[in-house]
C-alpha cells in the first residue's frame, strides 16, 4: 500500500520560508516521478515543482521558479519543496503525488497523493 505522507506546513509572513517534506513508503520510490501540488480556495489544483526520482531532472511552475527548490533524500525516499520568499498568494492546501503515469510532471493526474499540508502565507 502506497502512503505519502507530508509535514512542515504552517503560517508565515510574506518574504518568510517553509520546507515541506513528503516521505513515501511502500511505493517504488527511484523509478518515477514526484510532485507538489497546490489547492487554493475556490481554485483548481495546480503544479507546483516536480522530480523524476531517478535522474534528478526537475520541473516549475513560473508562478515559483527562483523562489521555490524540489529535493530529494533517496536514503529516506523523502522528496522535500523548499519555499523562499513566500508571498500571499503562495497560500493553499500542498499535496505530493506520485507516479505521474506518463503524463506531463506538472499536470495532477498522479496516482498516489498525500493528504495535504495547510500553507499560509499573511502580508
Known amino acids: 500500500q502506497v502512503q505519502l505522507v507530508e509535514s512542515g506546513g504552517g503560517s508565515v509572513q510574506a518574504g518568510g520560508s517553509l520546507r515541506l517534506s513528503c516521505a513515501a513508503s511502500?511505493?517504488?520510490?527511484?523509478?518515477?516521478?514526484m510532485g507538489w501540488f497546490r489547492q487554493a480556495l475556490g481554485k483548481e489544483r495546480e503544479g507546483v515543482a516536480a522530480?523524476?526520482?531517478?535522474?534528478?531532472?526537475?520541473y516549475y511552475a513560473d508562478s515559483v521558479k527562483g523562489r521555490f527548490t524540489i529535493f530529494q533524500d533517496n536514503a529516506k525516499n523523502t522528496v522535500y519543496l523548499e519555499m523562499n520568499s513566500l508571498k500571499p498568494e503562495d497560500t493553499a492546501i500542498y499535496y505530493c503525488?506520485?507516479?505521474?503515469?506518463?503524463?506531463?510532471?506538472?499536470?495532477?493526474?498522479?496516482?498516489?497523493w498525500g493528504q495535504g499540508t495547510q500553507v499560509t502565507v499573511s502580508s
Open positions: 503525488a506520485a507516479d505521474s503515469q506518463g503524463l506531463h510532471p506538472l499536470f495532477p493526474g498522479y496516482k498516489y
Open positions: 522530480i523524476y526520482t531517478g535522474g534528478g531532472s526537475t
Open positions: 511502500g511505493y517504488t520510490y527511484s523509478s518515477n516521478c
